[in-house]
């Protein structure tokens, strides 16, 4: 019991010496806050694909985009987005050629072009990273294949094979990369998009799921020795693309993770026996030649991205957009990447744990490829004046900014009340109600009350940071907005009773029948008694319309949408690339829900539009594109096949001690541009930490008593048995 009670006290005491050096609450071993390594966070059951031709998820995003090289990416700081060359060495200018194989000129009208070629040279020196599946013996044999089932008895990870080796990338990698994605094994997500664009891409499809029907099946299906006419090698460092047609965009594809290289000798490593069941597979251990490295990953628990060591080095850009001088984010110009050693992501269930060792400075990001902690806490900032002093005192960056998304309710064209009418005395007096509509609606209010004032009104159907897209006072909606000057303001709710006079709907009543008119708004969720729907029938009465609400459950929403049985409804958009055409094909009449299962949710159709949208396709960047796309946005506002609605802001939130911290949701290899200071840190998390001892004094003297009171009782039991002894 002494004994006990001493080893008691001996801990209390150790921990309270130990305090002076390590807070006794951090989360990570000893001095590893003292490391050049970032910490964050991911909150589910992350990443599920790390394999490129499946991986379309968000949270797999700083892993992929971190690991695999593709050709093209986009310029870190710069603002609108725009392509840099990557793993290629320069970006290029297709060459066009006719049905016949004849070149045309650069200027060519896209219905003359039949084939745009691309031919990309690839940076020589790029080494993949360390892999087993390269690794060869003495004799120059492959070490690990083939490989007998035992060998794998201990191995469940790319790091317990004691070997591994590298080799240089070619232009045959990305020749190979395509093939997959065609592969029946795989069904990647993204085949139906190269089939409609890449020449030979459908046809390889169909030979690749023939063949792998013929038995007995291999298991590897090996994709070299097939044909894909559209993308070839022309020598080890040049690869040639030919797209079908003119497709001025297919280069934004070019910038995702899903044209990576792949090198054959992974994916056949992968495809022995048994690898699937120890969890070794492409998917779960990526191979790629970008600045870092897969070398932890621990299910529901922990995954650590390392420098890849035979990365080659990028500088840092030495320009941007303006401010970022003045934020610091071009101090490191020039210097070569990546800074950071390692990237640990621990596994953080629920957001309260997450954000409060954030706020103890154990995350250096909250998680890194999520927009919306830098908003929330800015939201909560303006909210709490104690959250406010906490954020400043601890000096936490919160950076937010618009981002490439738009959401808008839309009108179901195909309604008869809201939509295109049927004759065009009927399309008048509908534009006219949808006018009403749309002032009616007040946007700058709505996202006051319900963004915190973290979103921008839109105008069109384009976002800031997309080409085309015009700021205040240009870009201003003239139907819904006067503008005097430099001052854009919401026209009056008596020019939308008058609009509603036009349409046949004097005080909100119809005119022929005397009867309210009743408009429909579609949503998912409840029976529509929230706040939200609460405000956007004040916006109507204000007016003298009526909003009944039709609520429905997911499934049944979307089959409403399918059916064009909506009317009035909200929407949203994310850019999968920064170019106009990802959101005017949103309004393109062949990509209509309803008639075409398209992304036209409004099911919108104007052969105005629909013109310019074909024009404006197949031109290149530049003046002639924009004024295309600024017609098409008058033709929209005209009609207000939407409103508009807003874009809404994302951002990051970020330890003090974080360099070159710059939210995007566009761009997803930031790993390698953050920087950290490591000593700072060191300070901050002791300073924020210190442990309150106080407490435990009290407690230490009441272990001291009971220990003088216990030795003082097995003292006078032992003299009792003594003067008992020498009595008997």
Known sequence: MLARLRRALLILGCSALAACSEPVNSPYEEHSAAENVLYSAFTTRSPNHLDPALSYSGDETPFTYSIYEPLYGYHYLDRPYRLIPKAAAELVEPVYLDANGRRLPADAPGEQVAISRYDIPIKPGIAFQPHPAFARDEQGQYRYYPMRAPDLRDAFSIGDFPHADSRELNAQDYVYAFKRLASPRLASPISGVMAEHVRGFKELAQQLAQDDKRSPRPDWLDLRPYTLSGVQALDEHTLRIEVLGKYPQFKYWLAMTFTAPVPWEAERFYSQPRMAQHNLTLDSWPVGTGPFMLTESQTNRRHVLS???????????????????????????????????????????????????????????????????????????????????????????????????????????????????????????????????????????????????????????????????????????????????????????????????????????????GKPLILYYDSMGGMGSDATVDWMRRQLGQVGLQLEVRATDYNRFQDKMKRGAAQMFIWGWVADYPDAENFLTLLYGPQSKVDHGGENAANYQSDAYDRLYEQMRFLNDGPDKEAVIHEMVKVVQHDASWMFGYVPNAGGAYQVWVRNAKPSLMIRDSLQYYRIDAQQRVERIQEWNRPVWWPAIPLLLMLAALVWALRRMARQRRTRAALRKEES
Request: charge should be negative; charged fraction near 25%; hydrophobic fraction near 35%.
């Open 307 to 513: 420098r890849n060591p035979l990365y080659r080095g990028e500088p840092y850009p030495c320009v941007g957009e303006a401010g970022d001088l003045e934020a610091g984010l071009l101090e490191d110009c020039g210097k070569s990447m990546p800074f950071l050693d390692k990237v640990v992501f621990s596994l953080e269930k629920e957001s309260v744990p997450l954000m409060g060792k954030f706020l103890q400075g154990y995350y250096d990001i909250p998680q890194v490829e999520r927009g919306e902690y830098g908003v929330a806490m800015t939201v909560a900032a303006n909210d709490s004046a104690d959250k406010a002093a906490l954020y400043r005192e601890r000096g936490l960056q919160l950076r937010t900014a618009p981002e490439a998304q738009l959401f808008y309710m839309g009108f179901n064209w195909h309604d008869p009340v809201v939509g295109k009418g049927d004759t065009p005395e009927q399309a008048e007096r509908n534009r006219k109600l949808r006018q009403a509509v749309s002032i009616a609606f007040d946007w700058e209010e709505y996202v006051s009350i319900f963004m915190n004032d973290q979103a921008q009104v839109a105008h069109s159907p384009l976002p800031p940071g997309v080409p085309g897209y015009q700021p205040l006072p240009q870009g201003a909606n003239p139907y819904v907005y006067t503008v005097k000057g430099q001052t854009v303001q919401r026209r009056s709710l008596d020019e939308a009773r008058e609009l509603l006079r036009e349409a046949g709907y004097p005080d909100g009543r119809d005119a022929r029948t």
